[in-house]
C-alpha cells in the first residue's frame, strides 16, 4: 500500500481537528451583554478561550509539519501502522475536548483538573506519533530504500524525549496549573523557533 | 471515470465523521460545577462519553482502513458505485448520532433504545460495505483486470458475514444493552488484531 | 490552472456540508425523556429530523457526483470560474440550514416557510451549478479539447431546465409544504435510477 | 519538500472554515415561534446572520483563490512556510467567530466592538497572506525557477497595502460600524469584478 490515503487521511483529521477549535472560543460569553458589563468587556474577560484557541490550534500544526516530516521517510505503510494512525488520530483529534475545558475552567478552582486532562491528551499526543515512528523503522520494515541514516536518526532523537517531556510538563499542573500551560506553549514556540532557525542553520551548513 | 474523487470524497466525510464524535464529549458535563463534585467528579461520572468516542473512532478507523483495501482492488467507478458510495457514507456519518446517544442514555433506564439504534446504524454500515463491494465485483465489472482472485475472494469471505453478526450483535440489546456494546467493542479489537497479527503472519508465509 | 485544488476544494466543502447534517440530527430530543415517554417514543416522533437527514445528504451526494461528471469535461479554471465556483459552494453548504428548519417546524403551522427555505436553496443550487456549466461551455471557453460534442449537449439538455422545475417544486410549497419536500425527494430518486439504470443501459448500446 | 500537503492541508482549513459558518445562521431563531411573530418575521429579522454567512463565505473562498494563485509560484516549501502557513490557517479559521459576534450584535449596542473583531481578523488575515509571500518570494528562496517576474511584481504590488487598507476600514468601524462591514463586503465584490473582468481583458491583451 502506498502512503497517499494515510496522508489524506491524516491531513483531513488535523485540518477538521484544528477548525473545530473556533467552536469553543466565545462559548462562554452570555447571551446578552449587561449594560455596565458591555461585550469589550466580556471579551478581555475571556482571554483563556483565545489563549487555549492559539496555543492547541499551533500544538495541531506543529503535529502536521512533523507528520509531514515522518511521512517523507516512509515508502509505503501496512495494517498495523495504519491502525497506529487510526489511533494517534484519535488521540489529536481529542484536543479540542481538553481545549474547552481549560478555557471554561481555568479562572476557577477546577483549573487543575482541566491542565491535567489537557497534559495527559497532548502526551498521548506524542506516544502515538512515536508509536508511529517506532514500527516504521524497526528493521528497516517501512522506511524508503534511500532514507538518510543520518536525518533517520536525527528524527529518532527528537521524538524519543516527547512523551516524556510533556509527562513531566503534565504533572506540573499539580501544583501549578498555569506553570503547565506557559511550558506546553513555550514547546510549541521552542518547536517552531528550533526547526526554522537551527534548521536553515544546518541546512546552510550542510549545502556549503 | 478512475477511482480519485470518490476516494477523496470518502476520506473527507471519514475524517469529518470521525473528528465530529469530539462534539459530544462532555456535551453533558454541568456548566458549573458544585464544590463538592468536582469536574474530576464529572469527568468520571461522564465515562460512558469517552468509551463511546474511544469505540465509535475506532469503528469509522477501521472502515477508513477497509475502504482503502477495497478500493485498491477497483480499476474504475460508474455512476450506481457512487451512488451506493453516498448511501454507505450517509451511514457512516450518521454514526456520532447514535454515539451521542448511548453517551446521554447508557446510566438511565433508556440504554436499550440507545444501544439499538447504535446496532442497527453499524449494521446498515456494513450492509452499505458490501453492497459497495458485491456491485463491484460481479461480472468482474468495476475489478482492476491484474486483481487476485485469492484476494478478492479472501475479502468477500471476511465480508459477507458481517451485517449478520452485527444484526446479532444489535439484538443481544434487547436482553443487554451493555453486553451489545461491549461485542461491538470486541469487533473492532479483533479486527485489528486479526488484521495486524494474522495479516502480517499471512504476508510471511506468502514472501517465504 | 489546472482544475485539481478546484477539486479537492468542492470535495471538501460538498463532504463537510453533508457530514454537518448530522449535527441537526436529535436536536429537538429532549435533555431528559419522562417514564411514559421514553426515547423510543421521542426518537419515533422525530421522523421528520431523519428523513431531512437523508434527504439532504442524498441531494449533496447527487450535487457530488454530478459536479464530478461536469469537472471531467472542463480541461482548465480561470478566476471567474472560481469565483462562480465559491458561490455555488455558498449555496450548497447553506443547505443544512434550511434542513434543520424543516425538521424543527414540519409539524407545526410553519412548516410552510421552513419548505419554501429549502425550495429556494436548492434553486439556487442548481443555477450556481448552471451558471458553472454554462461559463465553461461558452465559446468552448474551458472545455477538454477532445470533449465529445455530444455528451456536451447532453449534459446542457439534462441540467437547463433544473433551476425552472426546482422552483415549481419550491413554489407548490405555499399549498402544501408536504407536496414540496416529497417532490424533492422524488427528484433524487430519479437522479439515481435514470443514471444508474439509463445511464447503464445507454452505455451498454454505446458499447455494441 | 514539495506544496502538495501545504496545499491540501491549506484547502481542508478553508473549506472547514467556510463550511462551519452556517452553524451560526439561524442560532439566535428562537426554540418556539410566537403566533404573531411568526418563522418568516423571525427570519427576516435575522438578515444580519445571512449577510455574515454571505460575506465571510465568500471572503474564505477569495482567500482560497488568492491562495492557489500564490502557490502556482512556489516550487518547494520549508519549516518555516509550513509554520507561517499555520499562522495564517490560524487567523482564517478564527473568521467565524467575529462573524457570530456581528450576527449577534449589529442591531444591539454593541456592534461596535463586533465590528472592529471582525476587522483586526481580517486585517491579521492579510497580515499572514503578505508573511507568506514575502517570505516565499525574499532572495527568490521558494520560488519557481521559471516564475515571470512581472507576475511576481504584480502580485507584490496587489498584496502590500491590503493589510493597511483592511486596518482602515476595520478603524471606520469606530466611527460607524455598518460603514466598516459594508466596506469590507465591498473590497470582497471589488476582487471578484477585478479578477474577472480586468484579469480577463489583461488575459486577452497578453494573448494578442
Do not use: C
Not at 477548525?19 to 455596565?36: E, Q, R, Y
Amino acid at each position: 500500500m502506498t502512503t497517499g490515503r494515510a496522508e489524506t487521511f491524516a491531513d483531513g483529521v488535523l485540518a477538521i481537528a484544528a477548525t473545530l477549535l473556533i467552536l469553543n472560543v466565545g462559548s462562554n460569553l452570555p447571551a446578552a451583554t449587561h449594560p455596565t458589563h458591555g461585550l469589550g468587556h466580556e471579551l478581555v474577560k475571556s482571554w483563556p478561550t483565545f489563549a487555549a484557541y492559539g496555543i492547541s490550534f499551533f500544538t495541531i500544526g506543529i503535529i502536521w509539519v512533523n507528520h509531514h516530516a515522518l511521512m517523507q521517510q516512509i515508502a509505503r505503510v501496512d495494517r498495523t501502522f495504519l491502525f497506529i494512525t487510526v489511533f494517534f488520530l484519535m488521540t489529536v483529534s481529542f484536543i479540542p475536548f481538553p481545549t474547552r475545558l481549560i478555557a471554561d475552567n481555568l479562572q476557577t478552582g477546577e483549573g487543575r483538573v482541566a491542565a491535567l486532562t489537557y497534559g495527559f491528551t497532548l502526551t498521548a499526543t506524542a506516544a502515538g506519533f512515536n508509536a508511529l515512528w517506532f514500527y516504521a523503522i524497526r528493521k528497516g520494515r517501512l522506511l524508503r530504500s534511500d532514507a538518510d541514516p543520518a536525518v533517520v536518526k536525527g528524527i529518532t532523537r527528537s521524538y524519543i524525549s516527547g512523551p516524556w517531556i510533556y509527562l513531566l510538563a503534565t504533572l506540573i499542573a499539580l501544583p501549578s496549573p498555569g506553570a503547565s500551560l506557559i511550558l506546553f506553549a513555550a514547546f510549541n514556540l521552542f518547536w517552531v523557533l528550533e526547526s526554522s532557525l537551527f534548521g536553515r542553520a544546518r541546512d546552510s551548513t550542510a549545502e556549503s
